[in-house]
């Protein structure tokens, strides 16, 4: 199965090259040649995807800090750049983050994301696997970087996440950080989820300036 695009595979093999890892030796013995991984057209199957993360953390010597970090600058990376400048075009961080967990799905195809707005300052974010499919804690940790990183992308302060762990899933717990921001909104509505099943409309998405607020 083609469960992962090579976009996110980028996110390994520049970290691997930025800590001077040889590609050759990170690769050994891997189904798929380095040219194949770094076009990012190509896709490999989750259990691949899985193992690269794992020889990442052997060969480098990664800490869960140190993943969480690498998930921090990943939106800084070439290949997902763009998201980057969609957060431009949103006011509100949990709009973003909605988006993104939306497109979260053309990168994995084994994952289901939904996004629960539980309060102006907190969001749950549950992202289910495959049945079947291994927890890939290394993927996991890079996304609670991320995910904490996010809010500063449209100025916020980092957003604290924790996770909790299932067999076959994760639920990121967000809340913002306190912000010199002041919200001219009214009172939050009511606890919400996203499935990430919903297609992206770039017609109808909430791109227009607006207060800020979460």
Known sequence: MSDVTCKAVLIYLGEAERRGLDLNDYLREFPHSLQFLRDGNNRINWKE?????????????LTD???????????KSKPL????????LFAAPAKFYEWVQKANGTLFSNMR?????????KIEIEVQLREGDELS??????????????????????????IQWAANA??????????????LASSPS??????????????????APSPRRW
Do not use: Q
């Not at 994760?170 to 919200?183: C, D, K, L």
């Open 170 to 183: 994760a639920t990121f717990h967000v809340e913002r950080a306190p912000s010199s921001i002041t919200s």
């Open 190 to 207: 009511p606890t919400r989820s996203v499935s990430s099943s919903t297609s992206i409309s770039t017609s109808s998405a909430p791109w």
């Open 113 to 121: 994301s939904t996004v629960r707005i539980i309060s102006k300052n």
């Open 65 to 75: 800090d140190d993943l969480v970090e690498i998930g921090k600058g990943v939106f």
């Open 49 to 61: 995807f899985v193992e690269l993360g794992h020889r990442l953390r052997r060969m480098c010597s």
């Open 81 to 88: 750049r763009f998201f980057m400048f969609v957060a431009r």
């Open 137 to 162: 804690t290394e993927y996991f940790l890079v996304s609670k970087g991320g995910i904490a990183g996010m809010p500063a992308l449209l100025g916020y302060p980092e957003a604290n996440v924790e």
